[in-house]
């Protein structure tokens, strides 16, 4: 007998208990779901045979049953084919709503995002492939919450190649993204008795919430165009220090070699740790990038890097390089957070890596950000000659510092009605400063990254970009999903 549907998958059952008749169950059961839109127009029931034999009635019954409905215009037939729920539109509570994705605008210039249409399917099927074909039943099992060896082995040889890095397999941990990462060397600091966090200012406004949302209290240390200003931290009760060494969020600017030594003195002296965010080293362009400063001091340095920008955002995958006496305690808060993260993806990131895929694609993807950040900066030169173009050629964005007085909200604001996302520099400010913008140029292409420019220009130029306002309530939310997200739950307040 050919299966369609069982009974258990349209939550039907009855039973000899209830004063009424099976028949009578059945029909009030399929009623009331198809009138209650948990059964959607079109949907194929069970054949009256298996729907009878799962709920262990005579199948007359079931018969009987869907005749009835049929009578009554809720099911239709045709000879030969299922029993499908007819196409009568009915309101109800179980009716799914339809998910209206909001339209993306034409230009989005959001900073450090890549070009996912240059992931590389291909190759990436070939290891998804590979890898399902070819693991052991148990890599289907509960996983390693530090990570599956092969990822672990591909990253250390990977890091310690292309990053300058010290790293051992077992000194990783795999995590869904940076963003998992950073919250769960929060928690583990937190038992260790830390309970603040230096972390640079301007610096990423959402790291910084992630770190208050556990408990830990965030420091801001002012940057300069030599990176964090490491003679601040002196003196101050910090345990850890959160930064970006190789390509300071947002600024763009690299920390110097004073500096690097400065801050590994004092972390050394202070016995705190140094929380490296390696987020898109590999993207240089005017010369090889620094080397990572856990290279330098694998016993102080928490190390965390991301598939985020060399590949793709959605993949979520993330690590953590730590000094051995955190690894197993990091592991544990990730088996606390979700037991791990999923094993075939690990595997065919793990054989993408051995394969050389990942270099290959970066390779690629180098050259072509390359060519976008120049037409970025052409076409401010072009456009807005005045703009100070912040930090070194790296990354997927770039900061420009905008004329005193302009309102960043207004720019964007007067941006958006042309459907062009641009971002603001103030939520990333702990404290006021200089109007900015950062512009991600990575997921844009050189027309647009023109088109964009000059229509910037002619928002700035009109004058419509505003005085700031006053005392005006600055937004800590720099992220669209994130705000879309809090304004519909303030709404449901209101
Ligand atoms: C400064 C910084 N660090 C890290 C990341 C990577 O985060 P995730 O791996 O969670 O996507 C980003 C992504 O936007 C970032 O801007």
Known sequence: MKRTTSAAEVLLAVTRKSGRSMREQLEHGLRSAIQAGRLAPGFALPSTRSLAADLGVSRGVAVLAYEQLLAEGYLTSVMGSATRVATVPRGGSHQAPPIVAARPPAYDFRPGAPDVSIFPRRAWLSSVRRVLAGAPHAALAYPDPAGAVELRTALSLYLNR????????????????????????????????????????????????????????????????????????????????????????????????????????????????????????????????????????????????????????????????????????????????????????????????????????????????????????????????????????????????????????????????????????GPHRKTPGAPALLLGYGSMTEAQIEEGMAMLARIIKSGRSGAAKPGGRRSTVWDPIERALTDRILASKS
């Open 162 to 425: 292309t990053r300058g890095t010290l790293a051992r397999g077992d000194a990783i941990v795999v995590c869904n993204g940076f963003a998992q990462g950073l919250r769960l060397v929060c928690e583990v600091l937190i038992q260790r008795g830390i309970r603040s966090i230096a972390v640079e200012n301007p610096g990423h406004a959402g790291q910084r919430a992630d770190i208050e949302s556990v408990g830990i209290r965030t420091r801001a240390v002012e940057v300069d165009a030599e990176g964090m200003r490491i003679d601040r931290l002196r003196g101050s009760d910090v345990g850890a220090v959160l930064l970006t060494p190789a390509h300071q969020f947002p600024t763009g600017v690299v920390l110097s070699p004073d500096r690097r030594k400065a801050l590994l003195d004092w972390a050394s002296h202070r016995g705190a740790w140094i929380i490296e965010d390696d987020y898109d080293a590999e993207y240089r362009y005017d010369r090889g990038p620094v080397g990572a400063l856990q290279g330098l001091a694998p016993d102080r340095v928490i190390y965390l890097g991301s598939a985020s920008k060399t590949l793709a955002p959605a993949l979520r995958l993330g690590w953590i390089l730590a000094p051995p006496e955190l690894v197993d305690r990091l592991a544990l808060a990730k088996l606390h957070a979700d037991h791990g993260s999923p094993t075939l993806d690990q595997l065919a990131f793990a054989d993408f890596i051995e394969r050389r895929g990942l270099d290959r694609h970066l390779r690629k993807a180098r050259l072509l950000y390359r060519r976008r950040r120049d037409a970025m900066v052409a076409a401010l030169r072009a456009h807005l000659p005045s703009l100070n173009i912040e930090g070194v050629a790296a990354g997927l964005h770039l900061m420009v510092t905008l004329p005193s007085g302009t309102s960043e909200e207004a720019v964007m604001d007067a941006a958006a009605r042309r459907s062009m996302r641009i971002y603001g520099v």
